[in-house]
């Protein structure tokens, strides 16, 4: 029996940010909003609009009714009642804020409505005066000329607090509808869960708990909420609390609905085989559903893929390519034309000489912010809303001990060593012993050691909770087929001890194999029965400890149950469940192979293709600075190559974030793993690129 209500956590400790922002700005000004004057205020409002909007809507019908009424007349009637209608609506949210609510609810998101707004208007009113006092600053410093980095800045003024207030106001309804997308895409899984408890026990109430313990937030904690409904008297029947929770869903997945409703029905069934039906027919509802979910996101990956490139890497670098001339062709706010063009025309001659140092300084905090900060922020928060589209699928098994294995103290030692190491390398560019023309990239191995390092750190902090990880995958891909052959065998009269045993021998070499005769050595050398061995008792935890993987400890549990009830039960339930787990871990091999394409072009673009541009981009920038400008720009070498490999550091990360999210939905381990992989490529050929160029410039200079 359950003895609390249940309430929807939110899955992801990252929306914490949110509820301590508005706990920190909000409350105050909440209270306020939340006074009895300011709500009586609001609702008196709302009154009168509602009633001027019906008075000006029997206006309409009197004068529809009317021989030769004006058209002019009923035209202003019209707009007048739609603009009402629109004041109402508006009122209604601000006063009532249902939607808002609900969504709050559904998100975790522990804050009021009043502070959501609250925080939304203090932060658009605080970001907004530091923009214009930093406007202000600007403008006076250059003398009142109005550039490029002053008319950035008054953009900003106008657009990013505008953003903002969007932004925080609706972050509740995004994220809301981020986890609605990934749970109804895990709908498959919570189905198979319900028939699956079905045809042990046709008992829908027995269903719904199975599933609620076995799902992720928040699908589990809407099923909760149904039984306690019923506990609580809410709902006069578990029958009329499934389908309150069927049509709750449903409003955003038909399909899903439908297949509530054939679960639902299953229990009237008279027969077996009607029974049967009614719970295939369900499953079948959703895996199609999911299906043409899966493949309408594979084809819409296209542009979205395309987008990121294109903002998140190409405009960043065209941006890099074409600075020096911004610079020197006059349309900047780096001091008078007269000044740039003297520089540009007598070549030796310092442009830095000839700018005021607050206008160095602005033009260098304006790259930097722009380039490794302001596009890489912008790739990132992209990926994040592409992914929240991405239909959620079977969650990869996380092993207990990533915690420890990143943070071990051998890991950051080996991780600085190798930083260190390769950042050594700048001295040699320094001292000039490479050369003149590469004193100024002692920045490269800098930054080639930062990346390294993180390399290494990431690399072998997650090695073995990605080999453990892996390892539970292949695991959970082999139990269908493993279980369709112990099913088999249980039905033709085997024990399940013998069973086991065969089927460890008929698939030889393979992850389930051992995890079968680890259980057969468990239960001969302990004496326990079967259940205690495996999920452990008062003699101490089962073998299931070694295995976290919610998938193989349910298809466990129904193999036992089904097993208590005799052969039949076995065959009317396991083999079934065999070939909707294929069907299940079909879904998940069906995105992953239409979306290969997108993945394998974007790890190319990151760990290849943008370290080599990013390279030669910086060379261009150098060919273009002692050609044109004399070797002095105000954005200085060092600065422009550190602010490349800073970038390179951080699109890498994005890109991997981007690439795991498509494979797998989001995987910490994965993300780990990749980035330690493959980032040490990335800035190594970012250092040799850049030496090349600059080499190549040395040469054609």
């Known amino acids: 029996m359950i003895s609390s209500e249940p309430s929807v956590e939110a899955p992801e400790k990252v929306a914490q940010w949110y509820v301590r922002l508005c706990r920190t700005l909000g409350t105050g000004y909440a209270r306020k909003l939340s006074s009895e004057e300011v709500q009586k205020a609001r609702t008196d409002k709302l009154e009168q609009a509602r009633t001027e909007l019906r008075t000006t809507e029997d206006d309409l019908a009197r004068t529809e009714l009317l021989e030769g009424s004006h058209a002019s007349e009923m035209r202003t009637l019209k707009k007048r009642a739609l603009s009402l209608k629109k004041k109402v609506d508006y009122l209604d949210k601000i006063v009532n804020q249902t939607a808002l609510k609900r969504e709050l609810f ?70 809301s509808n981020r986890l ?24 829908l109430d027995i269903a719904v708990r199975y599933a609620s313990e076995n799902v992720d937030e928040p699908l589990a904690g809407s099923l909760k909420k149904v039984l306690w409904d019923v506990h609580t008297k809410v709902r006069s029947s578990i029958e009329d609390a499934f389908m309150a929770f ?8 038909e399909d899903f609905k439908r297949a509530m409703y054939s679960i639902r029905m299953a229990p009237m069934e008279r027969t077996e085989e009607g029974l049967s039906k009614s719970l295939e027919k369900g499953l079948e509802t959703i895996l199609s559903s999911t299906r043409q979910k899966i493949e309408e996101f594979a084809t819409a990956m296209q542009s979205p893929t395309t987008v990121l490139f294109a903002f998140g890497i190409l405009l960043p670098m065209i941006i890099g390519a074409m600075l020096p001339l911004i610079f020197l062709a006059n349309i900047g706010s780096f001091g008078s034309p007269t000044t740039l063009a003297a520089a540009g025309n007598q070549g030796a001659v310092s442009t830095q000489q000839q700018i005021p140092g607050y206008e160095i300084l602005a033009v260098n905090f304006g790259f930097v912010l722009l380039i490794g900060a302001l596009f890489p922020l912008m790739a990132y928060v992209y990926s994040s809303q592409v992914l929240s589209k991405r239909p959620g699928t079977i ?13 071990s103290s051998f890991v950051l030692g080996v991780s600085l060593l190798v930083g260190v190491g390769v950042g050594a390398g700048a001295y040699p560019f320094y001292a000039g012993w490479l050369g003149a023309v590469f004193v100024p990239l002692f920045v490269l191995p800098i930054v080639a050691g930062i990346g390294c ?91 299931i400890e070694l295995y976290p993987s919610r998938l193989i400890r349910v298809s466990l549990k129904a193999l036992l149950d089904a097993y208590s009830k005799g052969p039949e039960a076995v065959g009317r339930t396991v083999v079934p ?34 370290p080599m541009i990013l390279g030669m981009t910086g060379a261009l920038y150098l060919l273009l600075s002692n050609t044109i400008a004399g070797g002095s720009l105000s954005v200085s070498i060092p600065v422009f190559f550190t602010v490349l490999g800073v970038f390179l550091i951080e699109m890498v990360a994005v890109i991997a974030y981007f690439t795991i999210g498509v494979e797998s939905g989001g995987d910490a381990i994965s993300l780990r793993m990749m980035v330690g992989k493959y980032l040490w490529v990335a800035v190594t050929v970012f250092l040799f690129a850049s030496a090349l160029g600059v080499y190549v410039v040395s040469v054609i200079g």
């Open 246 to 253: 069927a049509d709750e869903w449903g409003h955003w997945n």
């Open 395 to 407: 969650k990869p098994p996380q092993p207990k001990e990533i915690q420890e294995s990143s943070s």
């Open 106 to 175: 559904f998100s975790g998101l522990d804050v009021t409505p009043n502070e959501v707004y609250a925080t939304a208007l203090i932060s658009t009113i605080l970001v907004a005066v530091a923009l214009l006092v930093v406007l202000a600053v600007v403008v006076v410093l250059s003398d009142f000329i109005i550039g490029i980095f002053s008319v950035i800045l008054a953009v900003s003024v106008i657009s990013v607090p505008f953003l903002l207030y969007i932004y925080l106001y609706n972050y509740p309804f995004w994220l």
């Open 577 to 610: 469940m065999a070939d909707y787990l294929n069907q299940i871990r079909q879904v998940d091999r069906t995105l992953a192979n239409a979306l290969k394409p997108t993945t394998a072009m974007m790890k190319a673009t990151a760990f290849a293709l943008s």
């Open 180 to 203: 609605r997308i990934q749970a109804l895409g895990r709908a498959p899984e919570t189905v198979y869960y319900m028939v699956m408890s079905m045809r042990l026990n046709p008992s």
């Open 453 to 543: 390092g993180l390399s290494v750190y990431y690399f072998l902090g997650s090695r073995d909770s990605y080999t453990a990880m892996r390892s539970l995958q292949r695991l959970e891909n082999e139990i269908p087929d493993a279980l369709f052959q112990v099913g088999n065998r249980i039905t033709e009269g085997m024990s399940l001890e013998r069973a086991l045993e065969r089927t460890a021998d008929s698939m030889s070499g393979t992850e389930v194999a051992v995890f079968f005769k680890r259980i057969i050595h468990a239960m001969r050398v302990t004496g326990l029965p079967p259940e205690q061995a495996i999920f452990g008792g008062p003699k101490g935890p089962g073998l």
